[in-house]
């Protein structure tokens, strides 16, 4: 069972996935990448505010450390391409966008 310690306020949601099929990036999740890169051009999406707000709960002072999540909206503005590495980072890069969160995945094997 995944144990999640929580020493500051903040809401968590945790998934353990097992098997997790990691494919190399997906043709058909290009659409959902076009719309977001189109909300967040037009902004329809706006700044991730609630990262910087995490950040600063943790401590850390994000005008000096860029959330990913405000990284990968600043790179869609300037029209360059979000990274392909796999369907489970594309997924990951997704999330911030698609339910206005931080997001972040690891592997519970080390």
């Known amino acids: 069972m995944?144990?999640?310690r929580r020493d500051i306020d903040v809401d968590v949601v945790a998934l353990e996935l097992y098997e997790l099929e990691v494919t190399p990036p997906r043709d058909d999740f290009e659409l959902e990448v076009k719309r977001t890169m189109q909300a967040?051009?037009?902004?329809?999406?706006?700044?991730?505010d609630r990262a910087r707000e995490l950040y600063r709960r943790f401590g850390v002072d994000p005008?000096?450390?860029r959330p990913s999540s405000e990284a990968l909206?600043?790179?869609m503005k300037k029209g360059e391409p979000l990274p392909r590495i796999n369907s489970l980072?594309?997924?990951?890069?997704?999330?911030?966008?698609?339910?206005?969160?931080p997001s972040a995945c690891t592997t519970l094997a080390r």
């Open 89 to 101: 980072w594309a997924w990951r890069t997704q999330c911030p966008f698609s339910f206005r969160c």
């Open 73 to 75: 909206a600043r790179r």
């Open 2 to 4: 995944l144990k999640i």
């Open 40 to 48: 967040v051009r037009s902004g329809t999406i706006g700044p991730v």
């Open 63 to 65: 005008t000096k450390v």
